[in-house]
């Protein structure tokens, strides 16, 4: 970074266990430097703590981690979406019926056909009721995040403000035990030193012990602030990752239903063609008793035709 440091000082730093995500674990076996910097284009300020070259080591292995953590979620989102196409296209192009699975050759009539289509089309096309039930849960898990971010945004702004009146005394501070520390070698300077004098040098040093004793204090609220710090850049990372994996999901549904819409519209279609279909059977079956009882006096007719000619 170009800019100075508004301060800095030496602090033990701590980062999550990467295995149990709960515990907290020192990044090192000794103090490291943690300067905080003001930000003026974005009105913000940043802690940064930098130990020679573990900071660019640290830094990859947390772009490492989050390139994989993104890949197994892709990866996850492809396996959920991969079967629902793969039954779809497969039942769409070649169903099965049983007498492909017998072996047999015999003939189905165009109205089996017809059912035996629509119900392929159907079992193809994978309804959304669990994507909605997950769409659901993301979208629950979302607004808790939001809650809990903006708790967070509101302790971090208010500590932010906290940081320039603990600045302050932490400048008086500085100044008063400079101005008691030259008093002192002031006073122990001053030949024949009374016992007032020693008195007055004791008060002093607990003075000065009790500024001390009142700085270690606020570096640890500094540290405390720096885990609030780190705690909501997590939060709202999983907060963008639960938004763009719910955006998809919707995305998934629109798509889901439009296809649904189109099924049930072709199969409204095949069933009014087999309707008609089944019409014009009947009337087909109809001619056929016609002409068959025709055929069958006929038959009768040169039956005793037969007989008469034959006695």
Not at 256 to 274: F, M, P, Y
Request: proline letters at 3%; a negative charge.
């Amino acid at each position: 970074m170009g800019e100075q440091p508004i301060f800095s000082t030496r602090a033990h730093v701590f980062q999550i266990d990467p295995n149990t995500k709960k515990n907290w674990v020192p990044t090192s076996k000794h103090a490291v430097t943690v300067s905080y910097f003001y930000d003026s284009t974005r009105n913000v300020y940043r802690i940064i703590s930098l130990d020679g070259s573990k900071f660019a080591e640290k830094f990859a292995e947390f772009k490492e981690a989050a390139r994989l953590a993104k890949e197994k979620s892709q990866e996850k989102m492809e396996l959920t979406s991969s079967p629902s196409q793969e039954s779809a296209t497969g039942d769409l192009q070649s169903p099965v019926t049983p007498e492909s699975i017998n072996g047999t050759d015999e003939r189905v009539t165009p109205d089996a056909a017809f059912n035996a289509e629509s119900r392929a089309e159907l079992n193809a096309v994978p309804f959304p009721h669990s994507s909605t039930s997950i769409t659901k849960h993301w979208e629950a898990e979302l607004a808790a995040l939001k809650g809990n971010n903006a708790k967070l945004t509101a302790a971090l702004l208010e500590s932010t403000a906290n940081v320039k009146q603990w600045k302050q005394q932490l400048a008086a501070y500085q100044d008063e035990a400079e101005r008691l520390h030259k008093r002192v070698t002031e006073l122990e300077c001053v030949s024949g030193q009374t016992a007032g004098i020693k008195t007055q040098k004791t008060e002093l040093n607990q003075t000065i012990e009790e500024l001390e004793a009142e700085l270690k204090a606020k570096e640890e609220e500094l540290e405390k602030l720096k885990e609030e710090v780190e705690n909501a850049n997590l939060l709202q990372m999983q907060k963008d990752s639960l938004a763009q994996k719910l955006q998809e999901t919707q995305v998934r549904n629109a798509q889901l239903e439009t296809r649904l819409s189109d099924v049930e519209e072709r199969l409204e279609s095949s069933r009014q063609e087999g309707e008609s279909f089944r019409k014009s059977l009947r009337s087909l079956l109809e001619l056929l008793d016609g002409k068959i009882f025709e055929l069958t006096e006929l038959r009768d007719s040169l039956a005793r035709l037969l007989e008469d000619g034959s006695s």
